[in-house]
C-alpha cells in the first residue's frame, strides 16, 4: 500500500502585520526585513486564537478537497511545537471539533520540521495497512512566543496552519521520507522555558525564542543542501526530475541556495515567504496548498519537500501528487 495525497486546504489568521507596522515598534526596517529574509507581511493570530482554531479551518477545506468526512479519518498527525495545552494534544483537541471519535490522534513536536515528521509518521501507519485515511496537519503559533521586544525574531515568525489528507492506494503518492535530527545544535534555536523548566522565565515575563540567526543559517544551508540530494539519491532519479520544490520557508536566501543545489530555476520553487513570514511546522503545508489551488502544482507531478528547525530537526519528502 502507499500514501496518496488525496485533499489539501490552509488556513492564515486575518490579521495581517506588514514590515511598516513593524517599524513602528521594534528598531527595524522594511529593506532590512526584506532583502535580509524575503518577508514582507506575515498573518498574526488574534489573542484568543489557538493554533488548533488555525488547524481546525485548514482540516476542514482538506477534507471538503478530499471528498471525505468525519467517519473516513483513520489517524490524525498534527505537527506543532504552539499547542494550546500541554494536553490534550493538539490532534486530539481537533478531532474532536471534527466530529471524529476513536482513532489514533497525536502531535508531533519537531519545530519547523514538524510537518515533515508527521507526513513521515502518517505515511507510514497507511503504508502498513495500519490507517487508509490519514489526516496531517502542520499548524504553529509562534508569535505567542516570540518576544516582541527582540527585533531578531519577531519579524520572522508567523501563524498559520496547513492539512494534507492521505488516503491509501496501489500507485506511490508519498514515494520516500528522509527525517533527521541532531541534539548538539539544541543552543541554536530555542525556547528556554516549559513545563519541567517549571515556567520561570515565564512567570518573570522574560522569555522568547531565541535563534542565533547567522549560525543557524549555515547548518541550515549545508544540511538542507545535503537532504535534498539524500532524497534524490535513494530514489536513483536525477535533478531533473523533480517539477516542484516546496521548501520550508525561513528565508529567500535559504531557499534560493537549495534551488541552485538542484539547478531548479526559481519559477520551480513555491515561495509563499514574502506574504506568510516563517510559519514554523505549516509553512510546507502552506506552501503546497497555495502552489496547488493556483494551478501551478499539477496532478503527476513530482514534488520535493523539505524543513528544517530547532534541535535541529529536518526533512524530506519526495512526493508524486
Ligand atoms: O525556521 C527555523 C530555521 N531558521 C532559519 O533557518 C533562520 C536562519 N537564519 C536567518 O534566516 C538569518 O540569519 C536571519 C534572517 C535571522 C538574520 O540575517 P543575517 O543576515 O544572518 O543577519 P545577522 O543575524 O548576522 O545580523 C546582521 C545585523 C546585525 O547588526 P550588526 O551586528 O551587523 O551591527 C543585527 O543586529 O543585522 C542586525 N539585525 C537587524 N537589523 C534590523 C538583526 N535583526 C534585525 C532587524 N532589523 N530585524
Not at 55 to 63: D, G, L, P, V
Not at 105 to 132: D, P, W
Request: glycine fraction near 10%; charged fraction near 25%.
Amino acid at each position: 500500500m502507499h500514501a496518496r495525497i488525496a485533499g489539501t486546504g490552509s488556513y492564515l489568521p486575518e490579521k495581517i502585520l506588514t514590515n511598516a507596522d513593524l517599524e513602528k515598534f521594534v528598531d527595524t526596517t522594511d529593506e532590512w526585513i526584506r532583502t535580509r529574509t524575503g518577508i514582507e507581511s506575515r498573518h498574526i493570530a488574534g489573542e484568543d486564537e489557538t493554533t488548533t482554531d488555525l488547524a481546525e479551518k485548514a482540516a476542514r477545506i482538506a477534507m471538503l478537497d478530499a471528498g471525505v468526512g468525519p467517519e473516513d479519518i483513520d489517524l490524525i498527525v498534527v505537527g506543532t511545537a504552539t499547542p494550546d495545552l500541554v494536553f490534550p494534544n493538539v490532534g486530539t483537541l481537533l478531532q474532536a471539533r471534527l466530529d471524529i471519535h476513536g482513532c489514533p490522534a497525536f502531535s508531533v513536536e519537531a519545530a519547523c520540521a514538524g510537518f515533515l515528521y508527521a507526513l513521515s509518521i502518517a505515511e507510514k501507519f497507511v503504508a502498513t495497512g495500519s490507517a487508509r485515511c490519514a489526516m496531517v496537519i502542520g499548524a504553529d503559533t509562534l508569535s505567542k512566543m516570540v518576544d516582541w521586544k527582540d527585533r531578531s525574531t519577531c519579524v520572522l515568525f508567523a501563524d498559520g496552519a496547513g492539512a494534507v489528507i492521505l488516503k491509501a492506494t496501489e500507485e506511490p503518492g508519498i514515494i520516500s521520507t528522509h527525517l533527521h535530527a541532531d541534539g548538539r545544535y539544541k543552543d541554536l534555536l530555542l525556547y528556554p522555558d516549559g513545563v519541567s523548566k517549571g515556567f520561570k522565565k515565564v512567570r518573570a515575563g522574560n522569555v522568547g525564542v531565541i535563534m542565533k540567526g547567522n549560525e543557524v543559517y549555515k547548518v541550515a544551508v549545508n544540511t538542507l543542501g545535503a537532504l535534498v540530494l539524500e532524497t534524490l539519491k535513494a530514489n536513483h532519479i536525477g535533478k531533473e526530475k523533480i517539477d516542484w520544490l516546496i521548501p520550508h520557508q525561513a528565508n529567500i536566501r535559504i531557499i534560493e541556495a537549495i534551488a541552485k543545489r538542484l539547478d531548479l530555476p526559481m519559477e520551480r520553487v513555491i515561495v509563499t515567504i514574502q506574504h506568510h513570514g516563517n510559519t514554523s511546522a505549516a509553512s510546507v503545508p502552506l506552501a503546497l496548498d497555495a502552489g496547488i489551488r493556483d494551478g501551478r502544482i499539477k496532478r503527476g507531478q513530482l514534488l520535493l519537500l523539505e524543513a528544517f528547525g530547532g534541535g535541529f530537526t529536518w526533512g524530506s519528502a519526495l512526493v508524486r501528487y
